[in-house]
């Protein structure tokens, strides 16, 4: 398995992805992780993962603006992104590897590390978190109209991360997306590609401990790690167009805004009313002590940790078509799905003043999530198409 993270500590969904398929499938499958880190620091969680692998490789990753980077997605046909991992020496150490051991499978997490694969016989199954030129795309699209050649420069960058993407989506013997909508959409681009759907879990016993609280003051809660752009762009939109509107009708309504790394722009929203947090050590106190998750999410596909988290844990939700696709949500029975600002912050004051509304949405959330999205349930699936590719 070959990941672009080291898959502990658990502060990124790819982070806790990787881990939890790995304490699942480790009983049944001898695994190698092979792990890019961007710091020796890292080395301290290996203790941690060694109980599910049966050897690590640490592939070390180069900083992300370093002049080589820069250099190789300028002068060459690979994106930025491709070019951040692509490594000669890596390739090198996975081709010995390849060469040392006897291999069934090989799980590429993520298209970016695939260029780090050699020419092999061993089949190569690729997992798609995310479309990426999506993203890219979008956080492009959104730039000012001031910084035209920026955005010419990055357009073409973002054609070339979709070239790549669907070039790898072809090489791999079978291809994984994390939902119907990513699979779907996968398909009108390449429609002969064998894809499988292997949805995002979440542990259930773990946040099946959290202690609920009656809060002081209505409280919306905001969870994202903002490494990740489109919860850049959510947080803007749900405090610059949904919070003020949500204000004047709830009275002492207070906003909190959870997640690790917040860039300057999303610390300077901290105010009297909006909290702005990163550096909760566990995410149940965030959820145990909000009233309600708001996920105002416009862009990025796949399944997002924050809604089954807070299906987990018994917190109602209100969110966008986008924040729960890959989950068989219905709107109005275990969520509220609204599209537009002026209907989010009205979906979200309906909870809060019904607090009955509430309850019956968390619950009727919590019984589905419990049923379809636990990581032992994931897992089986995973482990259903190792067996199929494996054996090709």
Request: proline share 5%; hydrophobic share 45%; glycine share 4%.
């Amino acid at each position: 398995m070959i990941t672009p993270y080291l898959p502990y500590p658990l502060v990124s969904g790819g982070q806790i992805r990787t881990y939890n398929l790995l304490k699942n499938l480790a009983p049944k499958h001898q695994i190698t992780l092979a792990s890019f880190i961007r710091d020796s620091d890292e080395t301290q969680y290996l203790k941690d993962l060694k109980p599910f692998c049966k050897k690590i490789i640490i592939l070390q990753r180069r900083r992300a603006f370093s002049p080589l980077n820069i250099f190789l997605a300028a002068i060459t046909p690979y994106p930025f992104l491709v070019s951040i991992y692509f490594d000669l020496g890596v390739k090198d150490q996975i081709r010995k590897e390849l060469r040392r051991e006897k291999y069934d499978l090989i799980h590429a997490e993520t298209f970016y590390v695939m260029p780090n694969i050699p020419q092999t016989e061993v089949p190569i199954f690729l997992v798609e978190q995310v479309i990426e030129y999506l993203v890219y795309q979008r956080f492009v699209e959104g730039l000012s109209i001031w910084l035209i050649p920026l955005k010419l420069f990055l357009f073409i960058d973002v054609f070339k991360i979709k070239w790549w993407e669907r070039y790898y989506w072809k090489k791999a013997a079978r291809l994984a997306a994390m939902s119907k909508e990513d699979k779907n959409f996968i398909k009108s681009l390449e429609p002969d590609l064998n894809i499988d759907v292997i949805a995002n879990g979440v542990d259930i016993d773990y946040f099946a401990k959290t202690h609920k609280k009656k809060t002081k003051n209505p409280t919306i809660l905001f969870v994202g790690q903002f490494k990740w752009l489109p919860n850049k762009d959510a947080t803007k939109f749900l405090v610059n167009d949904i919070w003020p509107q949500i204000k004047r009708k709830i009275v002492g309504a207070k906003l909190w805004i959870v997640g690790r790394n917040p860039p300057s722009d999303i610390l300077k929203f901290a105010s009297r009313d909006i909290l702005v947090d990163g550096s909760i050590e566990d995410i149940r106190l965030a959820y145990g002590s909000s009233d309600i998750l708001l996920a105002p999410i416009r862009n990025g596909r796949g399944t997002k940790y924050k809604i089954l988290e807070a299906m987990a844990t018994k917190t109602p939700i209100v969110g966008t078509r986008l924040s729960v696709e890959g989950i068989n949500l219905n709107n109005g029975k275990e969520a509220l799905i609204a599209e537009n600002a002026a209907d989010l912050s009205a979906q979200t004051v309906k909870v809060l003043k019904n607090p009955k509304l509430g309850q019956e949405l968390a619950l009727a959330a919590y019984n589905l999530v419990r049923d379809q999205y636990s990581w032992k349930k994931i897992s089986a699936k995973l482990d259903h198409v190792y067996q199929r590719v494996g054996a090709n």
